[in-house]
């Protein structure tokens, strides 16, 4: 639903009544993209330990030939002796541990001139090298794929994304994304400034996060919106069910976020990197073993708000990376919609909010929740 908001500041969070706690503990839902700086990781597993494709003893000359684009060579100290190979490149480069397992298997990492398991323990001392095959081009291609399109005019589009969708393609998700199905939609008709595979995308919400989100069909739209997000202007309010009871009926959590240091697929509080992440919370309904929680996002860092409440022991229900591996109510993917979505339109200067029902899949668990209140 369109509604032009009357007064910007009356969506703001006010000093004064609305004072929040500030909870200091040790990246959101939605991240600003800009040309130079891309986070190209999808949601995926976390990668395995099976022992496959070993092959001890071969030799360096025995390497497939692949195009190089880069050859990193390591050299592991006396406190790194025993660690596995696998495990190791992940932690001193800037390559994923699953990526190093798979480069080890195609026989693209040798140590002291022998090709090895991924499993090898290294020792002080050792020379290893790894060679990086230059990377495939992704592409995207229209597709026709229904989308739920909120709003549009010929600067900007507001889509509820499904859960289950990714925003655009990456490696492991070619196709079958919200990029895909805009294209088809739009054809040329999207902004360039992101590049080939993200036309149009100015945020991202999570793969198993539905909701809002807007998209621009021209580069002055995408700079105008991408501006706004950079200064924290946008209203970006999500709902979501968290375990255990929220005591408090308001808080701010304001902790910066980064990478983890021993999972790449997770992001950490006080990580690798960190920027600065803020969320306010204002509990919506308490359900004993549950709370219902309405999240607005002050800054967009990956994952920030499921890193947010997990770092504060109330992970989102439905969230296998950052909670229980064991979820109730046979959920895949974790309980959380980007409901209210709110800019300055680029063209026109006007406040635009847009608002989206909580979905079914959301609602079906909140139903059950209520029936066991009411029995």
Known sequence: MLKPRQDIKANRLRDGDDKLEKIICKETEAEVFTQ?????????????????????????????????????TLTPSEADKGKRLDAYIGEVTDLSRSYAQNL????????????????????????????????KPIGAAPEDIPIDIIYEDEDVIVVEKPRGMVVHPAI?????TLV????????????????????????????DTSGLLMIAKN?????????????????REYIALVF?????????????????????????????????????????????????VAARLETGRT????????????????????????????????LLHARQLGFVHPRTGEYMEFSSAIPEYFQDVLDKLDDTENK
């Open 180 to 207: 895909n199905a805009i294209m088809y939609h739009c054809g040329d008709s999207l902004s360039s400034i992101n590049g080939a595979i993200r036309p149009g995308i100015v945020h991202r919400i999570d793969k």
């Open 303 to 334: 994952h920030q708000i499921r890193v947010h409440m997990a770092s504060i022991k109330h992970p989102l229900v439905g969230d296998t990376l950052y909670g229980p591996k064991k979820q109730p109510f046979g959920l895949n993917g974790q």
């Open 104 to 135: 080890i298997e195609d026989g693209l990492v040798s140590v002291s001139g022998k090709k090895v398991a991924k499993k090898y323990k290294i020792k002080a001392g050792d020379t290893i090298m790894i060679s990086i095959p230059e990377a």
């Open 219 to 235: 580069d002055s739209a995408h700079e105008s919106l991408a501006a706004q997000l950079k200064e924290h202007s946008v209203t």
């Open 36 to 72: 130079t700086e891309m986070d190209y990781t999808e949601d995926g597993d976390i990668e395995s330990d099976d022992d496959i494709g070993e092959g001890f003893g071969a030799q360096a000359s025995e390497i497939p030939e692949v195009r190089t684009a880069e050859v990193k």
């Open 244 to 292: 255990d009871n929220i005591k408090k009926d308001k808080l701010t959590i304001d902790v910066p976020i980064g990478r983890d240091d021993i999972n790449r697929l997770r992001k950490a509080v006080n990580g690798i990197g960190s920027r600065d992440a803020v969320t306010h919370i204002r509990v919506l309904k308490r359900y004993g073993k549950y709370t219902l």
């Open 172 to 176: 492991g998700n070619p196709s079958g």
